[in-house]
């Protein structure tokens, strides 16, 4: 069964750059995290999903960050314009409810210059 | 504000040797989770535990809740370098959403 796809991997880019990361769930599963992992502060939850609507987003740092889930398959996650400080491994994850066990992708890393 | 304390952060031992990690807290949560990530991936779910006084064992892994469901721990016998991670404990509040330890990196030396 295929698990939770991200993509990029990894990215680089300077900073002002609008950046992209994407997310394709595991099919039937209707709660979607975003993640940011850093060092500093560990795993931090963005923003969730729940049946494609978001739910809590208080953990959305700025307003230079957005993200939309315009169907059940496909999540994105924007930061316009990037900076150094947005420098992390953003993670997704879906569950097949907001009380079961969440599966992880694989992250993005992404380096802002 | 880190509601979620986990201990040791970092412990490096050798191939054979037991260990215990820490999961604690002041909040009653309705279950808790254990993960591990190992680099360039996300974590994995280990196990759930939901009772106080909960103990579950996986193979060399023995995970426990506390009674008032504030803390849990995580025991390895006989480590092996296959057990090298960043281990997380994620605690679920009452509506069902994670708060998340920020992790001890163990490192198993052969």
């Known amino acids: 069964d295929a698990g939770v796809i991200q993509s990029p991997r990894h990215e680089v880019t300077e900073m002002g750059q609008e950046v992209t990361l994407r997310c394709k769930p595991i099919?039937?599963?209707?709660?979607l995290f975003w993640y940011r992992q850093t060092m500093m502060r560990g795993l931090e939850l963005l923003i969730y999903?729940?049946?494609?609507?978001?739910?809590?987003d208080s953990g959305m740092p700025e307003d230079r960050f957005s993200a939309k889930m315009p169907n059940a398959s496909f999540s994105t996650l924007k930061i316009q314009p990037s900076e150094p400080r947005d420098s992390a491994v953003y993670f997704c994850?879906?569950?097949?409810?907001?009380?079961?066990?969440?599966?992880f992708g694989d992250g993005t890393r992404l380096s802002i210059l | 504000t880190q509601l979620l304390e986990q201990s040791p952060q970092f412990l490096s031992i050798q191939e054979g040797e037991n260990l215990t990690v820490y999961c604690n807290s002041s909040s009653v949560f309705s279950s808790l989770q254990w993960y591990r990530q190992e680099p360039g991936e996300g974590p994995v779910l280990l196990v759930t535990?939901?009772?106080g006084g909960e103990v579950k064992k996986l193979k060399r892994l023995t995970f426990q809740f506390g009674d008032a469901r504030k803390d849990s721990s995580l025991h390895i016998t006989a480590a092996q370098p296959g057990d090298t991670g960043l281990y997380l404990c994620?605690?679920?509040?009452?509506?069902?959403?994670?708060?998340w330890g920020a992790g001890t990196k163990l490192i198993i030396k052969p």
């Open positions: 994620a605690g679920a509040r009452s509506n069902y959403q994670l708060i």
């Open positions: 994850a879906s569950s097949q409810d907001i009380r079961q066990p969440q599966h």
């Open positions: 535990v939901v009772t």
């Open positions: 999903f729940n049946n494609n609507v978001p739910i809590d």
């Open positions: 099919s039937g599963h209707n709660s």
